[in-house]
């Protein structure tokens, strides 16, 4: 299985990095880019490749892979027209979702416990997707609605009967067969004009009109990861999620000052 990566946008949000535009992927925690994170995580899971979908600075992208010695593993796809919008960049990607294999489509802007991806790739079901059950409302947060176990919306704004709710991750597994119905729907998308529009559209559109369960999800409350979207996200990657993953890693407390809910599971 292979990984997908979206990870051509420039980040409006967020801004500049000490006074230096760069790509999130290229954000450092720890001493490491979130891509060199990507990368030995994929690795390390078994994952063949990790395809990368760039445009804002690519330069600068490929020259941490070669900096990284990882040009075995990673392959880019550019795309041009990076300022319309991410599902421009899922169209550019759009032939590594059709060559009749299961992957693993992924957004680039998270930092993440190594445990949490695994939970995706070792999940039994062909298509699925991760849940956070402990989120902050807002219309921020891509929401993945249940109903008697069913997935029955996924989207920012919610407007259905839900049993539970929680946030998506950003990662999917997903089979041939509904990576292609994914692609088809986004060129829908683009020929429609609708390039502005967020690509989890298009997962939408496919998941909500697929046979009862098609698609399926794996709760990963309590887990360590955050989505990199605003400055505020960069000091809790910093201050929370990275000292939990390290902890993890070294199998020793945790020592930053986030609490555990009860009832939560950890990636310890």
């Given at each position: 299985?292979?990984?997908?990566?979206?990870?051509?946008?420039?980040?409006?949000?967020?801004?500049?990095?000490?006074?230096?535009?760069?790509?999130?992927?290229?954000?450092?925690?720890?001493?490491?880019?979130?891509?060199?994170?990507?990368?030995?995580?994929?690795?390390?899971?078994?994952?063949?490749?990790?395809?990368?979908?760039?445009?804002?600075?690519?330069?600068?992208?490929?020259?941490?892979?070669?900096?990284?010695?990882?040009?075995?593993?990673?392959?880019?796809?550019?795309?041009?027209?990076?300022?319309?919008?991410?599902?421009?960049?899922?169209?550019?990607?759009?032939?590594?979702?059709?060559?009749?294999?299961?992957?693993?489509?992924?957004?680039?802007?998270?930092?993440?416990?190594?445990?949490?991806?695994?939970?995706?790739?070792?999940?039994?079901?062909?298509?699925?997707?991760?849940?956070?059950?402990?989120?902050?409302?807002?219309?921020?947060?891509?929401?993945?609605?249940?109903?008697?176990?069913?997935?029955?919306e996924f989207r920012k704004w919610l407007s259905a009967?839900?049993?539970?709710?929680?946030?998506?991750?950003?990662?999917?597994?997903?089979?041939?067969?509904?990576?292609?119905?994914?692609?088809?729907?986004?060129?829908?998308?683009?020929?429609?004009?609708?390039?502005?529009?967020?690509?989890?559209?298009?997962?939408?559109?496919?998941?909500?009109?697929?046979?009862?369960?098609?698609?399926?999800?794996e709760d990963i409350t309590g887990m360590a990861w955050?989505?990199?979207?605003?400055?505020?996200?960069?000091?809790?990657?910093?201050?929370?999620?990275?000292?939990?993953?390290?902890?993890?890693?070294?199998?020793?407390?945790?020592?930053?000052?986030?609490?555990?809910?009860?009832?939560?599971?950890?990636?310890?």
């Amino acid at each position: 299985m292979k990984a997908v990566m979206l990870a051509a946008g420039v980040g409006n949000r967020l801004g500049n990095t000490d006074g230096i535009p760069l790509p999130k992927i290229l954000l450092r925690f720890g001493g490491k880019t979130l891509l060199q994170y990507h990368i030995e995580t994929l690795r390390k899971l078994g994952i063949s490749e990790l395809v990368l979908g760039i445009g804002y600075y690519h330069h600068e992208i490929e020259r941490e892979i070669v900096a990284l010695g990882a040009q075995d593993f990673v392959r880019t796809v550019l795309n041009k027209n990076y300022h319309e919008g991410n599902i421009i960049t899922l169209w550019t990607l759009r032939r590594e979702l059709c060559l009749g294999n299961p992957i693993l489509l992924m957004d680039a802007d998270v930092l993440y416990c190594e445990e949490l991806l695994e939970c995706l790739v070792n999940s039994p079901h062909p298509n699925c997707l991760l849940i956070d059950r402990h989120f902050e409302p807002g219309d921020e947060p891509v929401k993945v609605c249940v109903r008697n176990g069913e997935i029955i919306e996924f989207r920012k704004w919610l407007s259905a009967d839900y049993d539970s709710c929680g946030e998506s991750v950003g990662f999917f597994k997903l089979s041939a067969e509904v990576a292609r119905k994914i692609i088809l729907q986004t060129e829908l998308y683009v020929r429609q004009g609708r390039r502005h529009e967020p690509y989890e559209e298009t997962i939408r559109d496919v998941l909500l009109t697929s046979p009862r369960g098609t698609f399926a999800y794996e709760d990963i409350t309590g887990m360590a990861w955050t989505e990199i979207d605003f400055p505020a996200d960069v000091k809790r990657a910093n201050s929370e999620i990275l000292p939990r993953i390290i902890a993890a890693k070294d199998n020793r407390p945790i020592t930053s000052n986030w609490k555990m809910e009860q009832g939560e599971t950890t990636c310890l």
